[in-house]
């Protein structure tokens, strides 16, 4: 495992790490169908060319399984997701590594973001740490570096290990809140260490925060400067809005960081249906709005537009040259693939589609933004039971 450089502070290196992420474009490219000749510029753009912002949309556990299933349910075969519509597309192989670096063939979502935040690759379950729990920089942190604005968006909680990944380092993805600590004794502030993942994602003062783990967020910090006060406590002493619905995002002004916890934990699935059964389950037709989602709940494409927005802001109201980083996590694809949900899977698939056409329209209008859609692993697209 070689030392992290100090060098390791300019928005370069974050272009970089974010290139290694789509390293099978170069070598093989497809132009899609609806934008015949992108591809030559495409491949111009990315070698010689520098992105002012850098969206990076992660589609939790979305292998090719969950885009077909996705795209034959909704546009037919013959049809086209926003997915579908890149003019460069490529597929790479992702794997942890055990504490000695051999790989580790099935990895877990805090590894496999934490190669893509850092440049490493660690143990299952490790957030942003290498395997000998060494703490590396961040793609986030190197973008705060570089003057660049910073956000996270996702429909799982905040602290889970894709969007912690970026804006936290923690021996074990399970230390999420103050109260979570008992497999990162060396991350307590009791120890020097910088506390649990939801009290450094707000410490780090990433400028925009939005998601669910609201439970988490009223943890009460037991050691160091907040002691006492919960989590969101902290965040608001130290500058933050905090909105918790639609109505309050839209209303956030730019010039302070923004805390955005929409649900107490994961936020609710777009779709419902039958989950799979032994033996096989009746015809269904998926239901495509989830009646104990609430109204007030942003989606996952209104709460990226929101953020684009308040970047955006930040950088004009500070006359920055310099643009932003937004990681955009569709999380729950994987969570309902694990709970054997065909319906939950397709409808979240299609919710991150939608958040994939937010961030390429921004693009046409912004020629300087970097857009990478790619999923942290695949998955099985799982139809049937656990239990069969």
Known sequence: MRTPSRRWTTIGVVLMIVA??????????FTSSDAPGQSEAAVRAIKGGKAKNVILLIGDGMGDSEITLARNYTVGANGRLNLDRFPLTGSY??????????????????????????????????????????????????????????????????????????????????????ADMAKCPADTHAEGGPGSIAEQSVSNRVDVLFGGGGDLFGQRITEGTYKGMTVTE?????????????ASMDAAKPGRPVLGL???????????????????????????????????????????????????????????????????????????????DPCGQIGETVAFDRAVKVARDYAAEHPDTLVVATADHAHTSQIVPLDA
Request: hydrophobic share 30%; net charge negative; with cysteine.
């Open 20 to 29: 290694a992420v789509t390293v099978a474009v170069t070598a093989t490219v």
């Open 262 to 340: 929409f649900s107490t934990d994961d936020l609710p699935t777009r779709w419902t249906g039958e989950p799979a059964k032994r033996g096989g389950g009746d015809w269904q037709r998926c239901n495509t709005a989830n009646p104990n989602y609430p109204s007030t709940t942003p989606s996952l494409a209104e709460m990226e537009t929101k953020a684009i927005q308040l970047l955006e802001d930040k950088q004009r109201r500070r006359g920055s040259q310099q643009g932003f980083f937004l990681q955009v996590e569709g999380a729950s694809i994987d969570k309902r693939d694990h709970a054997a």
């Open 93 to 178: 192989t992702t794997f942890s590594v055990y504490e000695d670096g051999s790989p580790d063939y099935v990895t877990d979502s805090a590894a496999s973001g934490s190669g893509w935040a850092t440049g490493f690759k660690t143990v299952n379950g490790r957030i942003s740490k290498t395997p000998d729990d060494r703490t590396v920089p961040t793609i986030l942190e190197l973008a705060q570096k570089g003057g660049y604005a910073t956000g996270s968006v996702t429909t799982a909680s905040l602290t889970d290990a894709t969007p912690a990944v970026i804006a936290s380092h923690a021996t074990d993805r399970s230390c999420q809140g103050p």
């Open 234 to 246: 902290q965040a608001r002493k130290i500058g933050y809005q905090i909105v918790t619905d639609s």
